[in-house]
């Protein structure tokens, strides 16, 4: 039976837990909040099914794809709600078009990512974007199963390891299923995330988060949050590099143990596609950039060529080479931040998210040297960066009517920061 002992050799992708018998199998959290299978040994009947299906004792051969793409939805609108280039939403509505139906990753009503379905293209909205968290699986593979047998269409999207777990878990090759992957760095932890939530301003208004935001571009994308206007008439961006979490996550302080020997690289996650952001395509092929997002698309089904072609989107030819060199997350895990054992002995004591991941990633040696100049050009150039979680203490954080970070009645270049409050009265 099932029996982790090393953390690296667990995905949690739960196809273990899904496909017991006996259902004897159940998920706990360790002190990093991330998922764990246990077997209640009372109950099992020692059928070794649990390790059959597990894609980390088991896993798939590596592959180099059939066909290689660069490719952009033509619809403008879904693109900039997408991470890349908005491949994702075309073949899911395409799926739904045919009467079938799609698994991807939402948010859940505390701000949580689960695994889910849907069988309509406005429920797509839901899924598109990354979430920087490790998705909570729940019994999708089961339900995906199910809709198979149904003979319905099935398009199941997620991480190479998810994948990966819900091939072992079905064990036959069904033709009505189509599976899709991205390219993947690693998937952080919910209890970090969790952490960061709780310290984020006016959470109880928060009305929409994306941790990809391209306002300031694909390349050098931002984490924004949306609040409720009605209530609290607040929103707040900050560039991925200068976002507490985002810093945790880009850094490798809060991934899986799994991620960092993942078994699931070189395309060997057994999916039909594989996207992934385009990166270096401003070298590749200048054309097929203007930093709003650019998806590198791997075919690894002969049958699907035609398909994807037929998509409503521009595409190009490109090399495997071509995208190996600027996404190495393809081909390698990340190797775990140096602090990243003193991060999680600190993080239950910690009353600052933020100020440990500050400690952790600050600069030092080279590093800081860089770090040092990097602000004096700031400081010579103009310009600064501002962050919802550095509002003054002594705000009470919900009388906050609205926030302009880039107030420019006195200057544009040193743009300032206005806080409108709510005045309340006791009458
Ligand atoms: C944790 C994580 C790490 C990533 N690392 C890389 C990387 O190193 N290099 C790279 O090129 N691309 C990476 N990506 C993928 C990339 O950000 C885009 O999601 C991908 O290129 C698809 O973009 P799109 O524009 O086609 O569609 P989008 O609309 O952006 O795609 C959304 C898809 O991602 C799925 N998804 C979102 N969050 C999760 C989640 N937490 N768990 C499972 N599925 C999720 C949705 O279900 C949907 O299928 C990562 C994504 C995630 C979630």
Redesign the pocket.
């Known amino acids: 039976m099932i029996n982790i002992v090393n953390k690296q050799d667990c995905c949690g992708c739960t196809a273990c837990v899904q496909r017991c018998p006996k259902q004897c199998i159940s998920l706990q959290g360790d002190e990093e909040g991330f998922l764990y299978p246990k077997v209640n040994v009372d109950d099992c009947i020692e059928c070794g099914l649990c390790e059959k299906v597990c894609p980390v004792i088991h896993p798939y051969e590596k592959r180099i794809p059939l066909h290689t793409f660069a490719a952009i ?1 033509n619809d403008e609108e879904i ?1 900039m ?9 075309l073949i ?1 509505e395409k799926v739904i078009d045919d009467g079938g139906v799609v ?4 948010f859940d009503e505390k701000w949580q ?1 689960v ?1 889910d379905y849907t069988e309509t293209k406005d429920g797509l909205a839901a ?9 909570r699986i729940e019994d999708t593979y089961k339900q995906c199963e199910k809709f198979l047998k149904e003979e319905r269409k099935v398009l199941y ?3 190479p390891c ?1 994948i990966s777990g819900l091939k072992h878990f079905l064990r036959k090759e069904y033709d009505n299923l189509l599976t ?1 992957d ?7 932890s919910p209890k970090a995330w969790r952490k960061y939530l709780s310290e984020l301003t006016s959470k109880e208004f928060v009305q929409q988060i994306s941790m ?1 935001a391209k306002n300031r571009g694909w390349k050098d994308f931002s984490f924004k949050v949306d609040y409720d206007k009605d209530k609290s008439a607040l929103s707040f961006i900050s560039l991925a590099t200068d976002n507490a979490y985002m810093k945790a996550f880009l850094s490798d302080l809060i991934l899986r143990p799994s991620c960092h020997s993942c078994v699931a690289k070189e395309c060997s996650s057994n999916s039909d596609i594989t ?5 270096g395509i401003w070298e590749v092929n200048p054309a097929f950039y203007d930093d709003k ?1 650019t ?2 698309v791997l075919i690894h089904n002969q049958k699907l060529e035609a398909f994807f072609k037929n998509l409503n989107l521009r595409y190009s030819k490109t090399s495997y080479e071509d995208v190996v060199k600027y ?1 190495s ?2 081909v390698r895990s990340s190797r775990p931040h140096k602090y990243r054992k003193l991060f999680w002995t600190e993080f239950e004591e910690t009353k600052s998210f933020s100020k440990l991941v500050s400690k952790h990633t600050f600069p030092r040696g080279l590093q800081a040297i860089k770090y040092v100049i990097k602000i004096i050009l700031k400081k010579i150039v103009g310009g600064g960066k501002i962050n919802a979680l550095s509002l003054p203490s002594r705000i009470n954080k919900q009388e906050i009517n609205s926030i302009y970070f880039r107030e420019k009645r006195n200057s544009w270049k040193n743009y300032e920061v206005i806080i409108e409050l709510k005045i309340i009265s006791n009458n």
């Open positions: 939805n693109r709600q997408s991470s890349s280039g908005g491949v994702f939403t899911a698994f991807g990753a939402r990512v695994l899924f598109r974007g990354s979430k920087y968290v490790q998705a999207s997620g991480t998810q899709v991205f390219v993947c760095h690693g998937v952080p990809r996207i992934a952001d385009f990166w997002g998806s590198v996404n997350a393809l």
